[in-house]
């Protein structure tokens, strides 16, 4: 009976945790879009890595090569967007940016040579480094502090649900040239575009209390601290606080390469090593990302009612027993139970980075900047990992002569795990 009412106890606040207004669920609602949309669009090239290799003559390392140019040029669109959003409000920048994103994705899709690819996902990495903070510092800001768990798991797990729509189109456009999935993904911006638009200035809570300020009440330079010199409070912040920088930087540098170790090389290991059929390939990679949503889900709840330090780290060791069962079957279904498992236990790890982020942050009035930029430089040290997989997978074959992508995962993953889990160990919850 005890069991029983523990567990009716826990469902019921598990509910009201996400009790909010039509305001901030919509405010959050236009974030996880938003967030959802450039990650299906980065997705596309990996997805269609053999494809474009074959069209522009390359080796499929070159690219993995294109793939981490986005990835580390990701970074310089957060510093300007970033300083931009906390200075004059979130809602320009991001439509601005919206915009740039959706452009540069319908380029993507008319290049002729290796060149032009990588010019075009250049700057796209730029557009695209912009969303992650601007979006997590918006969506934190506008929900009640009980709600952010679960606001801060599924907001961060649109990089998972855009990369499950990648996988999805692909399925569902393979009797079409790869360029389609690319001006499919430029269309896609102009819906989130106008939900944006249509919706009113994005809400801010009150740090101290459960319910937000109303949209439209506060000034949006005031509510993101634009009524301070940026140039101040950067200075406050390398001053004070530079180790926090260093310290997030580091974090999300493990977390960006667990995530990109484990999933952006896998539809290429699933194909081309395992030789499952599109469709096969398809249904893997929706159970390894449905495993990162209900795993961001769970673990972001958890993290923000119990520890944001003690809650990660147990989903980080999740993980671990389920590498082999993601990598070393040969049947769909069995490769599916072990990425699921696997990416649980990330994404209840990786679910709880925006709350993270939110309660590092040293200053009120850097949020979308300290979060963008310190996830940005975690996502450009993890640029590397695609590419290793590749290189090292074509370098050592397996005795049928395919690449080993298996082992190489495997490998990568494991020894980042352990990174991950002895940062999170590092963490002090109560700072």
């Excluded at 269609?48 to 080796?59: C, G």
């Excluded at 980080?316 to 236990?345: D, R, T």
Aim: with cysteine; proline share 4%; charged share 10%.
């Amino acid at each position: 009976m005890g069991l029983l009412r523990d567990l009716r106890n826990g469902i019921a606040h598990f509910a009201g945790s996400v009790r909010m207004s039509p305001a901030q669920a919509t405010t959050w609602l236009s974030c996880w879009s938003a967030w959802t949309l450039g990650s299906f669009q980065f997705y596309l090239l990996p997805f269609t890595l053999a494809s474009l290799a074959k069209y522009l003559d390359v080796e499929q390392t070159k690219i993995s090569e294109a793939n981490t140019t986005t990835m580390l040029s990701r970074l310089l669109g957060a510093i300007i967007f970033g300083i931009a959003s906390d200075q004059y409000g979130r809602k320009i920048p991001l439509l601005i940016d919206l915009v740039l994103v959706g452009v540069l994705t319908l380029c993507s899709g008319f290049i002729h040579t290796y060149g032009q690819l990588v010019g075009v996902r250049l700057l796209f990495g730029i557009a695209y480094g912009v969303i992650y903070g601007l979006i997590t510092a918006a969506a934190l800001e506008a929900v009640p502090k009980r709600a952010r768990g679960i606001v801060s798991g599924l907001t961060q797990q649109g990089f998972a649900a855009g990369y499950m729509l990648a996988s999805g189109f692909h399925l569902a456009m393979a009797d079409y040239e790869w360029r389609a999935l690319f001006w499919l993904g430029a269309g896609l911006s102009v819906p989130v575009f106008l939900l944006r638009l249509f919706l009113p200035t994005i809400s801010v809570a009150a740090t101290d209390e459960d319910d937000g300020v109303a949209a439209g009440d506060v000034d949006a330079r005031a509510v993101v601290g634009g009524n301070l010199s940026f140039i101040k409070k950067l200075k406050y912040v390398l001053r004070h606080h530079f180790l926090a920088v260093v310290y997030m930087a580091l974090l999300s540098a493990c977390f960006a390469t667990m995530g990109h170790g484990s999933f952006d090389l896998y539809p290429t290991f699933l194909t081309v090593q395992r030789k499952l059929t599109v469709r096969e390939e398809t249904w893997v990679t929706i159970l390894l990302q449905s495993g990162g949503i209900s795993g961001a889900l769970v673990g972001g709840y958890l993290g923000n009612r119990y520890s944001l330090k003690w809650v990660p780290f147990c989903f980080a060791l999740f993980a671990v027993p389920f590498l082999p069962l993601y990598a070393l079957p040969s049947k769909w279904n069995l490769l599916g139970l072990g990425a699921f498992f696997m990416e649980f236990g990330y994404g209840g790890a990786i679910g709880n980075l925006g709350n993270i982020f939110q309660q590092i942050c040293p200053h009120p009035g850097m949020r979308a900047a300290f979060g963008g930029v310190s996830y940005n430089i975690g996502n450009a040290i993890s640029s590397i990992a695609p590419t290793i997989e590749t290189s090292l997978g074509e370098r050592f074959p397996t005795a049928q002569g395919t690449p080993d992508y298996a082992k190489t995962q495997l490998i990568l993953v494991g020894i980042i795990v352990s990174w991950t889990v002895a940062t999170l160990f590092g963490f002090d919850a109560t700072a």
